[in-house]
């Protein structure tokens, strides 16, 4: 997230003398074995299977996965025919899909090339499985190095491009290798690896295509030591929308570097649509179908794990004033993606009418923008008025965003009046920023602090974990990613008594 000002300002303010760095995109090697899988990346697709997708420098005719319960055993393969590119990419997304799975199992699996590792992966929990559980929340994650952002950046200088040597060390990545036995899966809703700010560095103005497709390549090779091993469950931001940020230059960006086609390719295939209702209530069955049949990944879709259903929306296209959309207020002419306006409305109404409080008492639903942040004039409201109402209506227990370079915490609220309730079983939604993982624009300001404001902090990157405790208690860290350190903790109590929720 960064205005047009702020752009053209710290653009103007580098030296002359950088208009005679040599240009040149700084791609990561290529490897010999053109099958070599790179930017690993795996997602629950089903309560008994899950996706594993990876890149390579050239296209398969029949990407497979070798996988078994055993490294030195990988009795079963899975094979498919996906594997695809866009103008402008390196490379080819593959995808192949582990069916029959073993609920809360480890397995090893080995894509096959003849340069690949045993990796592994603990299958998704059944709906209804009351074990408690973390996941981690990571928002506005960019590359580091020497096209983004190091740990040393100087952080008084918000959202302004580090002019230091990379110290080629992410404290979020490595704070979530570092904990890697200590949470289930991870959430990203949007700006993932912040390539469309190539033009932040000066080595890349003269070859923004190609740095493009650098930003992208790397990030996706630092994460994928986590991403191949845990689901990593994404939704788009405003940064996967087009080449470059700056409003109303969407229309020069090549073919394959607008209306989020990295992203598209790279997730389209890869996350799941919605689940089948496991609840026994013939309407819920029903209403989840018609969720499944309106799902559109990856841009808006449902899954199950344990006691918990998420939902994954797009704040950024198909709904009324969407700011990304052709004519939005971000003028980035994406989408819309649907067959008519309101269909992810539609999917979303159907998909949280459908959850059965019995099984998955807890619901979540993450997206790009906020609508409650103390950033000044960082408020989505048009995502307000088309979400809060059904948030409220079906009794969301969560919402997570990001697009606020920092982290904050609201108490539960709805139409920006505090639920009288607090903490101890709301009818209205707590709210979570979770931006502050760390990206070339910096951190952002805290700002006004909100009177349903209860935490915020800008001083180091950090991101947050949710725990499902049991059936009737969720916590909620913030976690400082250089140092582990708890920044803020709060449990919200829910009696989740109402098998159907309708307020």
């Known amino acids: 997230m960064m205005d047009t000002l702020t752009l053209l300002t710290l653009v103007k303010g580098l030296p002359l003398l950088a208009l005679g760095v040599a240009a040149g995109a700084t791609y990561p090697p290529i490897p010999a074995d053109l099958t070599t899988p790179v930017q690993h990346r795996i997602a629950i697709n089903s309560p008994t299977s899950v996706r594993i997708a990876w890149n390579t420098y050239k296209q398969?005719?029949?990407?497979?996965?070798?996988?078994?319960?055993?490294?030195?055993?990988?009795?079963?393969?899975?094979?498919?025919?996906?594997?695809i590119t866009y103008p402008t990419s390196r490379t080819w997304a593959n995808v192949v899909t582990i069916n029959d799975l073993t609920p809360a199992t480890t397995y090893y699996y080995k894509i096959v090339s003849t340069n690949s590792t045993v990796e592994t992966f603990t299958s998704p929990r059944l709906p209804g499985d009351k074990t408690p559980f973390n996941i981690s929340i990571v928002i506005d994650l960019g590359v580091y190095g020497?096209?983004?952002?190091?740990?040393?950046?100087?952080?008084?200088?918000?959202?302004?491009?580090?002019?230091?040597?990379?110290?080629?060390?992410?404290?979020?990545?490595?704070?979530?290798?570092?904990?890697?036995?200590?949470?289930?899966?991870?959430?990203?809703p949007g700006d993932i690896g912040y390539a469309d700010d190539w033009i932040l560095k000066a080595h890349n103005w003269l070859d923004g295509k190609d740095g493009y497709q650098a930003i992208t390549e790397?990030?996706?090779?630092?994460?994928?030591?986590?991403a191949a091993r845990k689901p990593y469950m994404a939704s788009p931001g405003n940064h996967e929308a087009a080449c470059q940020e700056v409003p109303r230059t969407s229309g020069l960006c090549p073919s394959g570097q607008k209306n989020f086609t990295d992203f598209i390719n790279r997730f389209g295939l890869v996350l799941p649509t919605a689940f089948s209702s496991t609840s026994p209530d013939s309407a819920a069955k029903v209403n989840a179908n018609k969720a499944r049949i309106l799902a559109n990944p990856p841009f808006w879709y449902s899954f199950e794990y344990g006691m918990a259903h998420i939902v994954m929306i797009d704040t950024e296209t198909d709904f009324e004033d969407a700011p990304d959309?052709?004519?939005?207020?971000?003028?980035?002419?994406?989408?819309?993606?649907?067959?008519?306006?309101?269909?992810?409305?539609?999917?979303?109404?159907?998909?949280?009418?459908?959850?059965d409080r019995s099984v998955t008492?807890?619901?979540?639903?993450?997206?790009?923008?906020?609508?409650?942040?103390?950033?000044?004039?960082?408020?989505?409201?048009?995502?307000?008025?088309?979400?809060?109402?059904?948030?409220?209506?079906?009794?969301?227990?969560?919402?997570?965003?990001?697009?606020?370079?920092?982290?904050?915490?609201?108490?539960p609220v709805v139409n920006d009046t505090a639920d009288p309730a607090g903490m101890e079983n709301p009818k209205a939604p707590m709210y979570i920023v979770?931006?502050?993982?760390?990206?070339?624009?910096?951190?952002?300001?805290?700002?006004?602090?909100?009177?349903?404001?209860?935490?915020?902090?800008?001083?180091?990157?950090?991101?947050?974990?949710?725990?499902?405790?049991?059936?009737?208690?969720?916590?909620?860290?913030?976690?400082?990613?250089?140092?582990?350190?708890?920044?803020?903790?709060?449990?919200?109590?829910?009696?989740?008594?109402?098998?159907?929720?309708?307020?």
């Open 218 to 226: 790397t990030f996706f090779d630092q994460l994928a030591p986590i």
């Open 60 to 83: 398969l005719s029949q990407p497979c996965v070798q996988y078994g319960t055993s490294p030195s055993s990988l009795g079963s393969q899975s094979c498919s025919t996906s594997s």
């Open 361 to 411: 008492p807890w619901v979540v639903v993450a997206g790009h923008r906020p609508w409650y942040t103390t950033g000044s004039g960082d408020d989505c409201q048009p995502c307000k008025k088309a979400f809060e109402p059904l948030f409220y209506k079906y009794g969301v227990d969560l919402g997570v965003f990001g697009h606020v370079h920092n982290s904050q915490r609201f108490a």
């Open 325 to 355: 959309q052709p004519g939005g207020s971000a003028n980035l002419n994406g989408g819309p993606f649907g067959s008519y306006l309101r269909q992810q409305l539609d999917f979303l109404e159907a998909d949280l009418a459908s959850v």
């Open 146 to 188: 020497k096209d983004g952002f190091t740990i040393e950046q100087d952080q008084s200088k918000r959202d302004l491009i580090p002019s230091i040597d990379p110290s080629l060390n992410h404290t979020t990545i490595g704070r979530l290798r570092d904990n890697i036995d200590k949470y289930d899966f991870i959430v990203h």
């Open 434 to 503: 979770a931006g502050g993982a760390g990206n070339v624009e910096g951190l952002t300001k805290v700002g006004k602090n909100v009177s349903t404001n209860r935490f915020a902090y800008d001083d180091a990157f950090s991101y947050a974990t949710v725990n499902f405790l049991d059936e009737q208690r969720m916590q909620v860290d913030f976690i400082n990613s250089e140092t582990g350190a708890i920044l803020d903790r709060s449990v919200l109590f829910k009696k989740h008594d109402q098998q159907f929720v309708v307020q």
